[in-house]
């Protein structure tokens, strides 16, 4: 007969669960007011809902340590089309609109500027990546006119499932699953899923196989934290 072998849960793991639950409840208590206080100010002047938005951003982007992550998050679970419980958003990270979609498990590093973006789940973002909102968000075709008169196309950004992207890597184009972008790489043009890219403009220079390990072949790539 098969022996059952009860553990009994430690003190450590119930205090961890009854702090988690109370950092919880005080994010969202935190959050709140930067929630209500944009949404509010997007009521009366809906034209200008994302540069409200982004104040929140950049004002919540500058609180440090655990408990600024554990805020940030709170915020972006109230405003953005979607984002997972268990993101990481670093330290001094802004998004230029609330059209943004981050899965479950998602690290996005320090110093991130993220624009019309789904990022998918388990993608690790280093620091100081930016994401744009495509190709074409300035029309630069006219000499008459000033290049921010001509206004432009915002476009989502689509990055796969399992992605690691370099730090200070800059993407205007999609990225596919398993993908990885080496750190100071320029995307523009669509990334093959499973391939490793780099430099500027960024071309393939490996691909990950199963079983291998690809992190050698990567020059510059860098931590993703």
């Not at 205090?15 to 206080?37: D, H, Y």
């Not at 973002?125 to 029309?139: A, E, K, P, W």
């Amino acid at each position: 007969m098969a022996e059952t072998i009860l553990v009994a849960q430690s003190p450590a793991t119930g205090a961890s669960r009854l702090m988690k639950n109370a950092l919880g409840v005080f994010a969202a208590a935190a959050a709140l007011p930067f929630f209500l206080a944009y949404k509010a100010a997007a009521g009366l002047m809906p034209q200008r809902a994302d540069s409200f938005f982004q104040g929140s951003s950049e004002t919540l982007s500058l609180w440090p340590g655990i408990t600024g992550n554990v805020v940030r998050r709170a915020f972006y679970r109230m405003s953005l089309r979607k984002c997972s419980a268990d993101c990481s958003i670093g330290f001094g990270t802004t998004f230029a609109t609330p059209a943004v979609e981050i899965g479950a498990g998602v690290y996005i590093g320090s110093f991130g500027d993220i624009g019309h973006a789904t990022i998918g789940a388990d993608t690790l973002l280093g620091s100081n990546v930016t994401i744009l909102s495509g190709r074409q968000q300035h029309r630069f075709d006219r000499l008459d006119v000033p290049i921010r008169h001509q206004g432009g196309t915002y476009s989502r950004v689509q990055i796969g499932q399992d992605v690691w992207i370099g730090n200070g890597a800059i993407i205007s184009a999609d990225v596919g699953d398993h993908a990885i972008v080496a750190a100071g790489a320029v995307v523009v043009r669509p990334v093959v899923s499973g391939s490793i890219v780099g430099g500027n403009p960024a071309v393939t220079i490996g691909e990950r196989r199963s079983g291998d390990s690809s992190e050698a072949s990567v020059p510059g790539t860098g931590r993703p934290e």
